[in-house]
């Protein structure tokens, strides 16, 4: 199963062609599902803008040097190693779905590209991608989704909201579901395609379409940091509850006032009250 790829056969039945096609029609959803998204949430008028204005609130000017030390900061924590979660079971979950995904994408683009390849290497990759990435989303839905690990909700409760994990969790079990059965035409492959059809269509209703948005805001935040505009907050914004503490002694300990950085005291106990 890992050394076979599922697509050669299905070659016999649908052209390459037609497979090339379904991978640029999703690719085009994807672009149209993330511009459409901007568009109705006016979230790239909002980054200019707030860009601008804290231009103007500058108290130093950033060098293209510092800039891109700011750049290579967010790919190495915000993006490679999804450095903002501070939950290290949070943080693993999403880097299996994350490179997991683009595992198991850029393996079936290039083995539907180049139909004729025989590597072995390219499948174990695919089947590889695909374990990662339902491990990743099983795990996220199952254990740590807030209103189910912290609220008490019913595990399988569905909102809208819900559709980028279940497509994700859906794709990749019917991929390796198809490929065990051997590959070609059949329920497995129908539900395969039928799957990852909603992931990337459903870009517009999801929350595919912040994951392209949030390493820009990730460094735009790092930016006013280093200008000194800190987004028109005091210098005080950020402190620790230690030092919030010090500058003002009524104010107890676990007070901070920036929620990821109360101190261990926010870590006292898990939010299970329900």
Known sequence: MFASNPFATLTEVISPAMMQGYIVLMVLFVMGGTILDMLHKKSAKYFFENAKKAQKSAKRKVSGGEKAVIAASV???????????????????????????????????????SPGTTSTLLPK???????????????????????????GLPVFRVERADLFILSLIATSTFALIWSYSGGGIGISFA????????????????????????????????????????????????????????????????????????????????????
């Open 191 to 274: 539900l395969f395609i039928l799957s990852s059809t909603v992931l990337f269509g459903g870009v517009y209703w999801s929350k595919f379409a912040h994951m392209f948005f949030k390493p820009a805001a990730a460094h735009q935040k790092k930016i006013t940091e280093a200008d000194g505009s800190r987004e028109n907050l005091p210098p005080d914004y950020d402190l620790t509850s230690a030092e919030v503490h010090s500058k003002f002694p009524d104010v107890p300990m676990y007070m901070g006032k920036n929620p990821p950085n109360m101190g261990l005291c926010i870590k006292a106990e898990r939010p299970n009250h329900y």
């Open 125 to 151: 990759l695919w089947h590889i991608g695909a374990i990662m990435l339902a491990v990743g989303a099983y795990w996220f839905w199952l254990c740590i989704r807030v209103d189910v690990s912290a609220e």
């Open 75 to 113: 790919l190495a924590n915000e993006v490679l190693t999804a450095g903002e979660f501070s939950n290290p079971r949070r943080r693993l979950s999403h880097l299996l779905m994350m490179y997991g995904f683009i595992l198991f994408v850029v393996t079936t683009a290039i083995m539907i590209f």
